[in-house]
């Protein structure tokens, strides 16, 4: 049974540059998380979708967006690009939020603003 | 953004000893919990996970206890090999919102 795929793995972008980053859930998963992670923040929420609606959103800039696509594929947008968005972008998926199972990360996207 | 933003602390064991990684949670809402481990480079690999309604759960070499009444989770590695050096972090879900919130973690490194 395949993970949760991310693609690409790695990201080099210049600031003011815009990005999008992919992610493919287990298969029958609905639910996407998307989060970011620093060596100083740790983990940080992003947004959550489920069945191609966002569910929940942490507390990032209007710069960062997402999208799922009636597959279940998740899409994130990062638009003006600042060096500080350099980070580790990990999607999580899950059959349905209120399942106490299978909260399943990928291995990441790990984007350089230079 | 959402997180506990600490410097994280390194646990050092001796390879075959017993390992035990605490976790403090403020959130009586949380109703779920559970621990990663993320090895350099990599992605958060779950663990092992446990319901409010439970107060211990064992896996393979693995063990994780809840105190709701202090809020505390901790989880507990038997005969500790080089393998499971990596950062290990506790995840808690609130019921009402399920949103995960995530501890900065804690670095377990193995000395042989």
């Known amino acids: 049974k395949a993970g949760v795929t991310q693609t690409p793995r790695y990201l080099i972008k210049t600031r003011g540059q815009q990005v999008t980053l992919s992610c493919s859930p287990i298969?029958?998963?609905?639910?996407v998380s998307w989060y970011q992670q620093t060596p100083g923040q740790g983990l940080q929420f992003l947004f959550e979708?489920?069945?191609?609606?966002?569910?929940n959103k942490g507390n990032f800039p209007g710069r960062f967006s997402g999208r799922q696509f009636s597959n279940s594929r998740s899409e994130m947008n990062v638009s003006t690009l600042e060096l500080g968005d350099s980070a580790l972008y990990l999607c999580?998926?899950?059959?349905?939020?209120?399942?106490?199972?299978?909260?399943?990360f990928g291995s990441g996207t790990r984007l350089t603003v230079v | 953004g959402e997180s506990v933003g600490l410097h994280l602390p390194t646990l050092s064991v001796q390879e075959g000893d017993n390992s035990i990684i605490n976790c403090a949670y403020s959130n009586s809402a949380s109703d779920y919990f559970i621990w990663y481990k993320q090895e350099s480079g990599k992605g958060p690999q779950f663990i092992i996970d446990?319901?409010?309604?439970?107060d211990k759960r064992q896996g393979q070499r693995v063990t994780v206890l809840l105190n709701k009444t202090v809020k505390h989770l901790s989880l507990q590695i038997a005969a500790t090999q080089p393998g499971d050096s990596a950062v290990y972090f506790c995840?808690?879900?609130?019921?009402?919102?399920?949103?995960?919130?995530f501890g900065t973690g804690t670095r377990l490194k193995v000395l042989a």
């Open positions: 446990i319901r409010s309604n439970m």
């Open positions: 999580a998926s899950s059959w349905n939020r209120d399942i106490n199972y299978g909260y399943t």
């Open positions: 979708y489920f069945s191609e609606t966002q569910r």
């Open positions: 298969s029958g998963h609905r639910s």
């Open positions: 995840a808690e879900r609130d019921s009402g919102t399920y949103k995960y919130i």
